[in-house]
């Protein structure tokens, strides 16, 4: 609950959480600035909820006698902070049952006797395993609670920023923000509302996102003045974030030697650049002795990069990695490099090919604290796209794989559609057919081989894989994303970069629980039911009633919000459609097109390029078919957009009647808030039923079986 209209929202964090651990006796054990996170986030529960917490004495007594336990319902001890109080040290069998391992972020929990133990590898698995004591609730202390074990698929669970220093003229505050200003900045100058930062360190934490970066991608003069003169403000965010275990990354510009060194060039092979960049780089670290690394947007969209020196993106990429490796820092470097100054009347120059085409031949170049960031698709974050082929293609890379939080194309916040079960789809996704490796084995650096894949031993000298990176979705708002529902994809975006195994279905479960406890809602019951109901399949209702089979991109070219069929056709972005009288469809074929299915390997490269064997929802990728196409669901492909478009708008006209079942049982600021929200998703829901159905009855001259109305 909220209660004050203007108080920020707890999110994911709503106090009532807490009552299961803040009502019970709990024993802190272990020693470090993160433990000393712990002890007041306990501290805090049970001064709240009545319950006591003590921490044990540390340094040991010097007998080394392990401290009397006395009465506790909960022990949270740090593996190695001397010698174990006694449930705790009777968990370690435990551990060694399972084979030992839990690893820094790790954690184990029992049950000893009476005592539910919560044993971790680290201080970090700690604090993760407080988290997530928060969201078992009353289950942790129950005496069935089965031993459990924990510990990240992924290493690397970063958000990246859009966030401008000073108001971009276009993009604003936030690029492609969609939920008020930064956190970080306003006007030109940092926020230095750190209580906000810190919250929002919190939630993070307890989603188990280790990583952000700060600054936006496309760095702007102010912004890359962040590395060097105004160094201090991003030190005060780091210290402000280091207390929950979050490492901060920066956004820099490639150019940075000549703007802010005044260095002729930035050659990446240039002697006088390797040394700007490696004094610039340790004084950050002496600022920020934990930083992060940097993450490089070049080549790209107008930003500086090593082409520009005939240099290859290798050379640019190793530039910083040798001046951050000294350090323990690393490079994101992004691979989505593409020509943004197309021709729409060249149909052989195809932008879902250009990120592989850049990079694949690179594989190998890269130091090993170089990681490369693959957006999950070809082409930009739309709501269907394959998975990108050049995740499959870089064995000796470190592969990060990136995801958009934000919601640029998925209806911007304004929409509710939780994309767990898309970036689920994903990250299960076996590029090499059933017998290979998932896309979150890339990511984690542990995938198997398939039939043509790649086999381990080339990935031997890369350490743990490139993790999961995301675009993050906040801003200072009071519900954090603009729509309180849209937290929820914050959630499942670290949930997932935790353990990408999860069940979406189950994240929006803990989610829920987290964010309106049962004791917070008049009817706890209804409230879940309904959440379900709204948010469950929302990013397939969102697919249905905006671009069709995979098309993407007709949205409106400056806000990309609502419907333009055509607003990108005729541009130099590289996003076309190709809809004529006949058909539509973007033919990416080896036998008659662009040649991009020949990026897969082996079975999908064969799939794709097969109009019978390619699957419905990607059919007009592909290729480009007659609107009298026969899917796989024995719909025309004509027929499917109607039927589609009509059945995605009727969806959210439920979505909204349903939310408002919950008037008067959950908070009224958040009630109102998103049925503002689901106000403005149908009227926009109507108008891309409605031009998108118009479009290609007026092109295709095909009517609708069912004779529903068609403009
Ligand atoms: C930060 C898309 C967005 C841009 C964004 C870019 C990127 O093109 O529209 O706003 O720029 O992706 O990922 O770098």
């Given at each position: 609950m909220i209660g004050d209209e203007k108080a920020v929202h707890p999110a994911w964090?709503?106090?009532?959480?807490f009552r299961p651990l803040g009502s019970r006796r709990v024993l802190v054990h272990g020693d470090g600035p993160l433990v000393d996170t712990v002890l007041t986030e306990v501290t805090l529960a049970c001064a709240r909820f009545g319950g006591r917490v003590r921490r044990s004495a540390y340094p040991p007594p010097p007998e080394g006698d392990p401290e009397p336990t006395g009465a506790v319902d909960v022990v949270l001890a740090l593996?190695?902070?001397g010698p174990l109080p006694e449930p705790a040290a009777r968990a370690v069998a435990a551990l060694h049952e399972r084979g030992g391992g839990i690893g820094d972020e790790g954690f184990l929990l029992t049950r000893v006797d009476e005592v539910t133990v919560l044993l971790a590898g680290g201080p970090a698995g700690l604090l993760y395993g407080l988290f997530h004591l928060v969201r078992l609730g009353a289950a942790a202390y129950s005496p069935d609670l089965a031993t459990q074990r924990h510990r990240p698929g992924l290493r690397r669970r970063m958000l990246n920023h859009w966030d401008n220093v000073s108001c971009h003229p276009?993009?604003?505050?936030?690029?492609?923000?969609?939920?008020?200003?930064?956190i970080f900045w306003r006007h030109g100058a940092a926020r230095r509302d750190l209580a906000r930062v810190r919250a929002y360190a919190r939630l993070l934490a307890a989603a188990g996102i280790n990583a952000i970066s700060?600054?936006?991608?496309?760095?702007g003069p102010v912004e890359a003045r962040l590395l060097t003169d105004h160094l201090g403000d991003v030190a005060e965010i780091a210290d402000t974030l280091r207390p929950y275990g979050i490492r901060l990354h920066l956004s820099v510009s490639f150019a940075a030697p000549v703007t802010?060194?005044?260095?002729?060039?930035?050659?990446?092979?240039d002697e006088k650049v390797r040394a700007w960049w490696a004094t610039t780089t340790r004084q950050v670290y002496e600022r920020i002795p934990d930083f992060g690394g940097y993450v490089v947007k070049a080549d790209s969209e107008g930003q500086p990069g090593p082409f520009t020196y005939g240099r290859s993106h290798a050379d640019g990429a190793n530039l910083l990695a040798e001046a951050l490796a000294p350090l323990g820092g690393v490079v994101h470097w992004?691979?989505?490099?593409?020509?943004?100054?197309?021709?729409?009347?060249?149909?052989?120059?195809?932008?879902?090919r250009a990120a592989y085409d850049h990079f694949a031949p690179l594989?190998?170049?890269?130091?090993?604290?170089?990681i490369l960031q693959v957006k999950?698709?070809?082409?930009?974050?739309?709501a269907r796209e394959p998975v990108s082929p050049v995740i499959t293609a870089m064995p000796a890379t470190r592969l990060a794989v990136e995801f958009q939080v934000t919601q640029e194309y998925t209806g911007q916040q304004r929409h509710v559609c939780y994309l767990g079960p898309h970036w689920s789809e994903i990250l299960r996704f076996h590029p090499w057919g059933p017998d290979g490796g998932t896309v979150a084995e890339i990511a984690a650096g542990t995938a198997t081989p398939g039939p043509t894949g790649y086999t381990d031993p080339s990935r031997s000298?890369?350490?743990?894989g490139g993790g999961m990176v995301a675009v993050a979705n906040v801003g200072d708002d009071q519900f954090w994303c603009g729509h309180?529902?849209?937290?929820a994809n914050l959630y499942a975006y670290g949930r997932l970069a935790w353990?990408?195994?999860?069940e979406p279905r189950t994240v929006l479960d803990e989610w829920i629980d987290l964010t309106f406890?049962?004791?917070?809602?008049?009817?706890p019951d209804l409230v879940r039911e309904t959440l379900h109901e709204i948010m469950g399949d929302s990013w397939h209702t969102y697919e249905r009633y905006t671009a069709p089979l995979g098309v993407g991109f007709m949205v409106d070219p400056d806000g990309h919000y609502g419907p333009n069929v055509d607003g990108y056709e005729y541009s130099r972005w590289g996003t076309y459609h190709h809809a004529d009288r006949d058909g539509v469809g973007?033919?990416?074929?080896r036998a008659t097109g662009t040649?991009?299915?020949?990026?897969?390997?082996y079975p999908w490269s064969e799939v794709y390029e097969s109009v019978e064997r390619c699957p419905d929802e990607l059919l007009l990728f592909f290729h480009h078919v007659p609107y009298a196409h026969v899917l796989h669901n024995g719909s025309t492909v004509i027929q499917h957009i109607y039927d589609t478009h009509f059945a995605g708008f009727e969806q959210v006209e439920t979505m909204r009647r349903r939310w408002r079942r919950l008037r008067g049982t959950i908070d009224a600021p958040v009630f109102t808030r998103v049925a503002e929200r689901l106000d403005e998703q149908l009227r926009s829901a109507r108008e891309w039923r409605d031009q998108i159905n118009t479009y290609f009855y007026r092109k295709s001259g095909v009517p609708d079986e069912r004779g529903r109305r068609i403009y």
């Open positions: 964090l709503a106090p009532e959480a593996r190695w902070a276009v993009m604003g505050q936030v690029e492609r923000g969609y939920a008020g200003g930064s700060v600054n936006n991608v496309n760095v802010l060194g005044g260095l002729a060039t930035a050659d990446p092979l992004r691979a989505f490099v593409y020509n943004h100054h197309q021709d729409w009347r060249d149909r052989s120059t195809d932008r879902a594989d190998g170049d890269f130091r090993t604290n170089v999950y698709g070809p082409i930009d974050f739309q000298g890369l350490g743990h309180p529902l849209a937290q353990d990408p195994g999860l406890p049962p004791g917070s809602t008049a009817d973007v033919d990416r074929t040649g991009y299915t020949g990026q897969y390997p």
